[in-house]
Structures are given as structure tokens and as C-alpha cells.
């Protein structure tokens, strides 16, 4: 469980949060737990998303329960930079679908005294490492890892699975194209193609 940081007036750095797993684990409920608390304490909070995502709402960060809280789609990570000011709270999601500059502007909102929650993916469709992710990670302060469960074994699940044969790499999508996996299963249907 993650607690926020003690606040020290002394020390005006904030820090980088970062909310990763597979499609189906809770990132996005999370981190829309994570900023409703924020609000509750009367902090300032901005929230981000990149335009591509628009699968439940073009305003809104939604997550697979239908919970929601209003966003301010961005095409580019440069955005977030423009638009975050005066701010306590910076939310982020699907933060994979950013370009690798979403580090730097994490880390400039961080040095500026901004508390900065991102949520995205970990791994694509195949396993691989997602996009900005891994630079992400290795530069936050803390790191949850949420887990869904694998729809073949019950067990934990660590992958996104996309069912169809398509083979780019960003497609958006839900249980239809896509469904969470464990290790075992993973490499399973792996071995199939």
C-alpha cells in the first residue's frame, strides 16, 4: 500500500509516483484513488492523458469500473509542461502512449515541488518493455506494481495478451482484443503463434 510523502516545509522537491501492470490489474482505479485523496486534502490537481486514448471519454480518465475524473486530453508530453501550473498534484495516465520526453517533464514538475502520479502499462502485447515506462520506473520514487488475473489459470497476471493477429503496436482495445495472463499462459499462447 502505498502512503504519501511526510511534508516537510523545509524541502520543496516533490516526487514521482508511478502506477504500472498489465491491461486489467487497476492502474487507472488506483490512480484515480490516489488523486481523489489529493482533492480531499484541497491540493491543487491536474490531470493528463494523451489525446490517442479515447476509448470510454475524450475528457475523462475512465477505468474498466466506469470510475471517472476530468482530464485534459494532450497530444505530446510537452503539453503536460505548458499546462501544469500552480499545480500540487499532477496525474498522468496511459503514460506508455507518451513520447520519451514525459520523463524529463515528470522530473521537471518533480524539481518544481509538484507530486507526480503516472499510470500506464509496463510490457506491450508482446512482453517487451512499453515505451517511456522502464525510464519512468527507474526514476520514481515509488513504484507500485498492480496485477490483474489470468483468465486461463486464476492466477496472478503479469501480461496483456491481445488475442487477434494484429501486429501493431499501439491498438487500443478491451476484453475483446485483449486479456490478462500469467506467466505460464502467456508463453503458452506465445508458443501457438
Request: hydrophobic share 40%.
Given at each position: 500500500?502505498?502512503l504519501?510523502?511526510?511534508?516537510?516545509?523545509?524541502?520543496?522537491?516533490?516526487?514521482?509516483e508511478?502506477?504500472?501492470?498489465?491491461?486489467?490489474?487497476g492502474?487507472t482505479?488506483?490512480l484515480i484513488?490516489?488523486?481523489r485523496r489529493a482533492k480531499i486534502?484541497?491540493?491543487?490537481?491536474?490531470?493528463?492523458?494523451?489525446t490517442?486514448?479515447q476509448?470510454?471519454?475524450?475528457?475523462?480518465?475512465v477505468s474498466?469500473?466506469?470510475n471517472e475524473?476530468?482530464?485534459?486530453?494532450?497530444?505530446s508530453?510537452?503539453?503536460?509542461?505548458l499546462l501544469?501550473?500552480d499545480v500540487?498534484v499532477?496525474g498522468?495516465d496511459?503514460?506508455q502512449?507518451?513520447?520519451d520526453?514525459?520523463v524529463?517533464?515528470c522530473?521537471?514538475l518533480?524539481?518544481q515541488?509538484?507530486?507526480?502520479i503516472?499510470?500506464?502499462?509496463?510490457?506491450?502485447?508482446?512482453g517487451n518493455p512499453f515505451?517511456?515506462?522502464p525510464a519512468l520506473m527507474?526514476t520514481?520514487?515509488?513504484v507500485?506494481?498492480?496485477?490483474a488475473?489470468c483468465?486461463?489459470t486464476?492466477?496472478?497476471a503479469?501480461?496483456?495478451?491481445r488475442?487477434g493477429a494484429?501486429d501493431?503496436l499501439?491498438?487500443?482495445?478491451?476484453t475483446?482484443?485483449?486479456?490478462?495472463?500469467s506467466?505460464?499462459a502467456?508463453?503458452r499462447?506465445?508458443k501457438?503463434?
Amino acid at each position: 500500500m502505498f502512503l504519501e510523502n511526510t511534508v516537510n516545509p523545509t524541502e520543496q522537491f516533490g516526487w514521482i509516483e508511478v502506477i504500472s501492470g498489465s491491461m486489467f490489474s487497476g492502474k487507472t482505479e488506483e490512480l484515480i484513488r490516489r488523486l481523489r485523496r489529493a482533492k480531499i486534502a484541497r491540493q491543487k490537481v491536474e490531470i493528463f492523458k494523451p489525446t490517442v486514448d479515447q476509448r470510454y471519454d475524450a475528457d475523462k480518465v475512465v477505468s474498466h469500473d466506469a470510475n471517472e475524473i476530468r482530464s485534459t486530453p494532450v497530444p505530446s508530453a510537452a503539453n503536460i509542461r505548458l499546462l501544469a501550473n500552480d499545480v500540487d498534484v499532477v496525474g498522468i495516465d496511459e503514460a506508455q502512449f507518451f513520447d520519451d520526453e514525459i520523463v524529463a517533464v515528470c522530473n521537471d514538475l518533480a524539481n518544481q515541488g509538484v507530486r507526480v502520479i503516472v499510470a500506464g502499462l509496463d510490457m506491450d502485447f508482446k512482453g517487451n518493455p512499453f515505451g517511456p515506462m522502464p525510464a519512468l520506473m527507474a526514476t520514481a520514487e515509488y513504484v507500485t506494481k498492480v496485477h490483474a488475473v489470468c483468465t486461463k489459470t486464476g492466477n496472478l497476471a503479469h501480461y496483456s495478451h491481445r488475442k487477434g493477429a494484429n501486429d501493431a503496436l499501439v491498438m487500443l482495445g478491451e476484453t475483446e482484443e485483449y486479456e490478462p495472463l500469467s506467466r505460464a499462459a502467456f508463453f503458452r499462447e506465445k508458443k501457438k503463434k
